[in-house]
Every structure is written in C-alpha cells, then in structure tokens.
C-alpha cells in the first residue's frame, strides 16, 4: 500500500489518497496514519515546480542533469545556485525536467520530517496525470485543478490557462482514466524530485542473519586451517620418528657389532676419531707430509712416528742444510706447525728429525 501525501497550497493544507491493489482505495485532509508497511509518497503543488521537456542524454544520469541544468539557467530569471533540477523519463524521446526553489524543496522535505514523514520520491502533481497524445488535459487532484500537455504541466488558473493553450479548453479527464495514471506514477514514478543533494538517505540496517552466517563461515574457516595445522605437525612428527629410525639403522651398520646405539651421531664421531686419530688424523697428516716432500727434491724421509696426541715425528735426510728449511717451510704453507731438532751431517747427507703438528686454529 502507497500513500500519496499533497503537500499544502495557499489555502489548502494537507490531503492524501491511499494506493492498494491497483486502484484508489481511500482519500481524506490532513496526515494520515502511515501504515508500516507502505511508503509514503508526497506530491508537489503544481504551481510550486517549472515543467519542462527535452531530450537528453540517456547513458549518465549525470551527463542528463548536467544538460537540464544548462536548460534551466537559461529558462529561469533565478540564479541556477538557488534551483534544484531533476530529471524524469516517461519512455519516450524527450525527458521531462522539474525545477523548483532549493530553498523550498528544504522547507517541504523538513516541513514533512516535522510531520514523521519521510517519502520515498516528491512528485510533481501535474506529472499524476496521463500524458495526452495532443492538445490538454485537465483533472482536479486534491482540490486542486491541474493541467496537463505534452510538454507542460502546470496548475489551473484562468488567465494562465488561457494564455498556455492558446483559448483552448483543456479535456476534462474521466475518474477511472485518472486513477489508472495515479496508480502508474506511484508504481513508477515518472518524475521524482528528490534527487542530487535531496536524495533520500537509505536507512542501515543490521542484517542479524547474514552476521550470523558470516561468523559460522569464518568458524568452519578456522577450524578447517587448524585441522590443516595439526595434520601438518603429525605428519612432520611422524617423518622426525622415521629419520630417526632410519638414522639409528644406518649408525648400526658403521659400529662395530654388538655396540648398543645411544647416541648415533656422537658414537659415529668417536669412532671415526678412533680410526683416524688425534689430530688431523694420520692420513691427513702425512698425506700432507708427502706432498711436501715431493715438492722439495733432493729431500727423503727415513721414518716416521705417529704419537697419541696427534703429532707426528719425522725423521727425514737431505742433501744440504738448505734443503731441510725448504722442506720445513712447505710443511709451514700446508697449515702444520713444526719443530725441527738437530740435523747433523754424515756420509754427504744432512739427517735430522721433524715434529709435525696441526696448526692452533685449524
């Protein structure tokens, strides 16, 4: 159900007319009880709103108000700042334009919040009458005559009348053709003034059930990502347990047998320190020992002693003393440290003992 709410003129204060089922069901004077489940729609005094019509354009809203309002300065006397312009479509190649004061678009819209009414569109009167094919129309709407043309709407006043149409008299339209355009306007109204900076604020409102599905979905949500966790924490728990199995396994087989395995890693070390020795270890140390003799000709070694704390004793001969300091320096750049003893000479060659040792550090 739709309220048509005519705001007052002159004299004339407050009339509506109730809209239900496609027809008029109720009419009276004042402010009547708005239902709670209908809208309220006001209707502008004719002689309050400037009509016109033309074509505009029809992909922007913005573009078309923009056109209406370049019409409207030029049609007007008043400042465009102090008007409002809205733009309507019927459905046909020319649109209709409604201007009327900014001023008094506020003192209707705040005159009707005062009242505890806040409609959904502000229609001009002359726009609730059927557009006529040519020529006038003319019916009264809340005791008030109003005319309409095919590109004017305006009130009904005898000498203005006379001078639009030119002497012609207006067709008087029939009450069941009136209703049938009434009832076409609220379902689709043809032109509403409450546009721009007047346009009618959408009231929030919590949408108690949308809530509640949201925060069921970011449950489930959560849920879902720590299962993903925890199964993720097992299966790196379970390949931990099977490296390490898999880690004890192969330590069994570099132990010697029968060794209960403890600690892998640290009995694989000690082992392999075992076997390798103090030290760099024996290999590493005289492979070094090796290479630096080879680098230095004329040198050889007699024996060599590996003792317990790494260090080895090395018993070499040479052909001149000379030869033994380069054989000492070459050890020196391989990254051992050494302490030579005495070298004496017998026999055309030179014999002495080395004690080698890694350097401090490496």
Known sequence: MTTLLFLPAGETGYRWMRVADARVVEEGEGIPDIAADGETIAVAPADAVTLHWAELPSR????????????????????????????????????????????????????????????????????????????????????SGVVRGTSSGFADEARLTELVTGGTAPATIDRDTLEAAIVAAVASPPLDLRQGPFARRRRFAIDWGLIRRLALLSLTILAVTLAISLVRIAKYSFGADALEAEANTVAVTGLPR???????????????????????????????????????????????????????????????????????????????????GVFQAAAGRVTGELTISPESGR
């Open 60 to 143: 922007s809203a913005a573009q078309a108000t923009a056109a209406a309002r370049i019409l409207a300065s030029e049609a007007s006397a008043s400042p465009l700042a102090e008007l409002h312009v809205a733009v309507g479509d019927e459905g046909a190649s020319d649109r209709p334009i409604g201007v009327v004061g900014a001023a008094t678009m506020r003192d209707w819209l705040l005159m009707l919040a005062e009242a505890g009414v806040d409609p959904v569109a502000v229609i001009p009167a002359p726009m609730l009458l059927p557009r006529p094919e040519e020529g006038y129309a003319r019916a009264e709407l809340a005791g």
């Open 258 to 340: 029968g060794e209960t395995v403890v600690d892998a890693s640290r009995q694989l070390d000690e082992r392999l320190s075992r076997v390798r020795g103090p030290g760099l270890g024996f290999t590493s140390t005289t492979a070094a020992v090796f290479a630096a003799v080879r680098a230095t000709p004329g040198t050889e070694v007699t024996a060599l002693d590996f003792q317990a704390n790494g260090d080895l004793r090395l018993s070499v001969a040479v052909e001149r003393e000379a030869l033994a300091t380069d054989l000492k320096r070459a050890l020196e750049a391989a990254g051992l440290s050494v302490r030579a």
